[in-house]
T-cell receptor, first 113, second 114 residues
Framework: GDSVTQMEGPVTLSEEAFLTINCTYTATGYPSLFWYVQYPGEGLQLLLKATKADDKGSNKGFEATYRKETTSFHLEKGSVQVSDSAVYFCALREGGSNYKLTFGKGTLLTVNP | DSGVTQTPKHLITATGQRVTLRCSPRSGDLSVYWYQQSLDQGLQFLIQYYNGEERAKGNILERFSAQQFPDLHSELNLSSLELGDSALYFC?????????????FGQGTRLTVV
């Protein structure tokens, strides 16, 4: 079945540092890929998405590129801020009749001033 | 604010009891999803409804059931509760069912079984 593997946390960075959170996936078809963010005490919010190979999703300075050849969708940001501290989830969703989102276990990011 | 409303926000109940969690989707969204988030299992898909009909089922226990009503709100019923059912339960909604459709999540209901 479908699965998502993302790097275990926690990740602790200083403000303005470069961020990479690795995500790889296993899927039978051609999934859409997502990054969701969960701030403390809140629900999940969509951060960015990519729906086909080589697409780049971007939002709020975060980027991720859909790499079919390596089945990866790594999240990057050039300069993190304290306000980026949250849990980040990589997820995939198959097309067709399979509607569910399959999530990775989440990576806790803490950014210190 | 995602537009998805879940009630109650917190629920504490005893083992063996039954509870009902409620979800109101975003206006215009026909699809509702339920997820369970626990420390050991992460985010697990439970079940999905589209316009009142069940469309997909995940790792949902037989003690759990859900439905979507004509006004599109959904309820998740958990019965014969066990300590291990303590978790954060999320509802999400989306307009349609295509693979690239964005799902919007509510803030969750934190269930504690004592």
């Amino acid at each position: 079945g479908d699965s998502v593997t993302q790097m275990e946390g926690p990740v602790t960075l200083s403000e303005e540092a470069f961020l990479t959170i690795n995500c790889t996936y296993t899927a039978t078809g051609y999934p859409s890929l997502f990054w969701y963010v969960q701030y403390p005490g809140e629900g999940l919010q969509l951060l960015l998405k990519a729906t086909k190979a080589d697409d780049k999703g971007s939002n709020k300075g975060f980027e991720a590129t859909y790499r079919k050849e390596t089945t990866s969708f790594h999240l990057e940001k050039g300069s993190v801020q304290v306000s980026d501290s949250a849990v980040y989830f990589c997820a995939l969703r198959e097309g067709g009749s399979n509607y569910k989102l399959t999530f990775g276990k989440g990576t806790l990011l803490t950014v210190n001033p | 604010d995602s537009g998805v409303t879940q009630t109650p926000k917190h629920l504490i109940t005893a083992t063996g009891q039954r509870v009902t969690l409620r979800c109101s989707p975003r206006s215009g969204d026909l699809s509702v999803y339920w997820y369970q988030q626990s420390l050991d299992q992460g985010l697990q898909f439970l079940i999905q409804y589209y316009n009142g009909e069940e469309r997909a089922k995940g790792n949902i226990l037989e003690r759990f059931s859900a439905q979507q009503f004509p006004d599109l709100h959904s309820e998740l019923n958990l019965s014969s509760l066990e300590l291990g059912d303590s978790a954060l339960y999320f509802c999400a909604s989306s307009v349609g069912v295509e693979g690239n459709t964005e799902a919007f999540f509510g803030q969750g209901t934190r269930l504690t079984v004592v």
